[in-house]
Every structure is written in C-alpha cells, then in structure tokens.
T-cell receptor
Framework: DAGVTQSPTHLIKTRGQQVTLRCSPK?????VSWYQQALGQGPQFIFQ???????QRGNFPDRFSGHQFPNYSSELNVNALLLGDSALYLC?????????????FGQGTRLTVV | DAKTTQPNSMESNEEEPVHLPCNHS???????IHWYRQLPSQGPEYVIH???SNVNNRMASLAIAEDRKSSTLILHRATLRDAAVYYC???????????FGAGTILRVKS
C-alpha cells in the first residue's frame, strides 16, 4: 500500500497564477481533507471531500476550491495566487463514518509563490 | 472547535520517559482526543487517540484525566527519532476533521 501520495512535491508559481495540486488517498479510504501549513505553524484545515462533495470547509476564501473523483482521489485548486499562499499543502485521507480512526497524511506539496 | 493548550517546547534525554501534557477544558462528551506528531520535512503522523479510558499502543500511551479536561501523551523511552512537533487535537466531526494548534516541539538529547 503506497499510503497517501501527493503531486507534485515542489512547485513555484508567479503571483496571480493558478495552481492545481493532486492527492491519491490510502487504499480503502473514502474521504480526503486538505490542509495548509505555513512555516512554523500547525496545519490549517481548508476543506474536506466525501462522495465527490465538499462536506466541511475551513476559513479560506473562494479562491481555494477542490474536487473529488469517483476513485476518491482529489485536487486542490488555488486561483489568483498571492505571496501569502506560499506554504506546505497537506492531504489527509480517512474513513468518513469512523471518528475513532486515524487520518493518514501525505508528504505534502511545497508551494512557493514569487 | 474545541481548543487545546500545550507547552511550546519540551526537552528530554534519550532513553528516558517523556510526558507531554495537553489541556482541553472545553472538551465535550463526544470529543475524541487525538495525538499526531510531525517529524521535520514530513506530513503529520498518527500517534494515538482515546475517549475516556487510558490507551496504549506500540508507539505511546495516552493518559486521560477522569474529568477529561486534560491528557498526557507518554513516550516510554525517548529516542532521537522521537524529536518532532506533537499535536494534541480534539476530533468531533465525522470524517476526522482535525483542528491543529501550535503543538509542542520535543527535543531529545543524546
């Protein structure tokens, strides 16, 4: 089992551009959550997808959007990039209907906006 | 989202036990207590979780106060590989939405 895989691992974009990050969940997991982690801080919840719908959302602007595919993989899209969007973006997968099990995280995508 | 409070940093000697405290005075009856850790340049890694009773697994033990307003993660014999940021998190929502705080930076000295 490859666990949670994210691509790409690193990315450099220019302010104002758009970016798409990808995540494949751990085998058997049906829920994907996305987190943003700025340098020196804990991860911040962006949103969560289950059954191809956004189920929960954190305090992030509409520039952040996502998608989940029938195979449970997911994409995070960020439009009109700002310098402040530079961060490590983490994807986590889990089972939706089990609160008492762990979430598995990927290694993250390091996004740098210049 | 219920809040947790942890010390900013702690230091331990290798091969000695480490007790990482967490306060969660606003915890509700259905909140689970989760601990994750994040090693440098990696995504967070699950450590342990519990609801009311103390829990043990191969990585650590979780001691939960009787009133559930605090908990302690216990690493029985710290190694250099345990140096990481440790996060105490309360999980209520289905789908395991996790609300991270700043965590505790654990430094392990050889």
């Amino acid at each position: 089992d490859a666990g949670v895989t994210q691509s790409p691992t690193h990315l450099i974009k220019t302010r104002g551009q758009q970016v798409t990050l990808r995540c494949s969940p751990k085998s058997g997991h049906d829920t994907v959550s996305w987190y943003q982690q700025a340098l020196g801080q804990g991860p911040q919840f962006i949103f969560q997808y289950y059954e191809e719908e956004e189920r929960q959302r954190g305090n992030f602007p509409d520039r952040f959007s996502g998608h989940q595919f029938p195979n449970y993989s997911s994409e995070l899209n960020v439009n009109a990039l700002l310098l402040g969007d530079s961060a490590l973006y983490l994807c986590a997968s889990s089972y939706y209907d089990r609160r008492n099990t762990e979430a598995f995280f990927g290694q993250g995508t390091r996004l740098t906006v210049v | 989202d219920a809040k947790t409070t942890q010390p900013n940093s702690m230091e331990s000697n290798e091969e000695e036990p480490v007790h990482l405290p967490c306060n969660h005075s606003t915890i509700s009856g259905t909140d689970y207590i989760h601990w994750y850790r994040q090693l440098p340049s990696q995504g967070p890694e699950y450590v342990i979780h519990g609801l009311t009773s103390n829990v043990n697994n191969r990585m650590a033990s979780l001691a939960i106060a009787e009133d559930r307003k605090s908990s302690t993660l216990i690493l029985h014999r710290a190694t250099l590989r345990d140096a990481a940021v440790y996060y105490c998190i309360l999980s209520l929502e289905y789908g395991n939405k996790l609300v991270f705080g700043a965590g505790t930076i654990l430094r392990v000295k050889s």
